[in-house]
């Protein structure tokens, strides 16, 4: 069997595993390493199915280090730093968690604008230094000094297979940590309001991400402090979008090649479209 093959099989399973395991509630901590567990054996299986595979060419090893093993990565990372997460977590008020996960999210926001560079590939779907990072032959060129690639089994993986594997991780934590805040804040979701109109976003989300932070940049609410999130909440409970992952829509804008506020520039021409027919020109 192809172990590209093999990998969504595993994978598939995997997943239907995971989904019993329930982060929400009580004894967090127990069913975050349960999770773990499962992909840690998941992993083992596909190491010992690998070990004794050889590639049929480049282009299969180089499909396979960066999509398919780098999602067994991702998800043992996600699970192994969310419980250093949660094992540090804050017993107490309301208050003093809330600090600790914006602390935590600021650490994310800062270790995905130092691997800006390798984010920026993988969002732009890049793949014109894909044989340098994915072939485990390749003499793959170390951005900064680590000593943990010292001790990397290159068997199993190459140095930009994790890489990737742990800006997807952070991702995912960014997702989890912005949950926990909205329940923290108690934000109103948006099934506990009862909707009086009838009014559903029906653009492109990235369009609403953009008018978000366009209004987050040009401070009309609260006199400029309302922060990020605050104006993602209310716009997810007006027009009926989960916006949970805004924070990485936004960092796709950010990287346009050409206009960087295409939902602005439209709604400019449209408005002044509008007003030219209104007028009657």
Known sequence: ??????????????????????????????????????????????????????????????????????????DSIFYSELFGIESNRPVGSRKYMKQFYEKELRGVRDFLTDQQGLYNYMLLKKSHFDRTYFLRNSQSPILKPNLFWHTLDTRFCTVYTVSFARIEATLAISDYLYEELTNLNGDLKIKDIPKKFNLTWTAPKVYLVELIYSLKASGVFNHGTADIREIAAIMEILFDKDMKDYYRTFQEIRIRKRSRTVFLDLCKDKLESYMEESEGV
């Open 1 to 74: 069997m192809s172990i590209l093959n093999y990998s969504n099989q595993l994978y598939e399973k995997l997943q239907l595993d995971l989904a019993v395991v329930k982060l929400e509630g009580d004894n967090r901590l127990i069913k975050l390493e349960s999770a773990f567990s499962l992909v840690d054996k998941a992993m083992d299986a596909l190491k010992r199915y690998l070990v004794s595979y050889k590639f049929e060419d480049e282009e299969q090893e180089i499909i396979f280090f960066k999509f398919y093993m780098s999602k067994f990565l991702k």
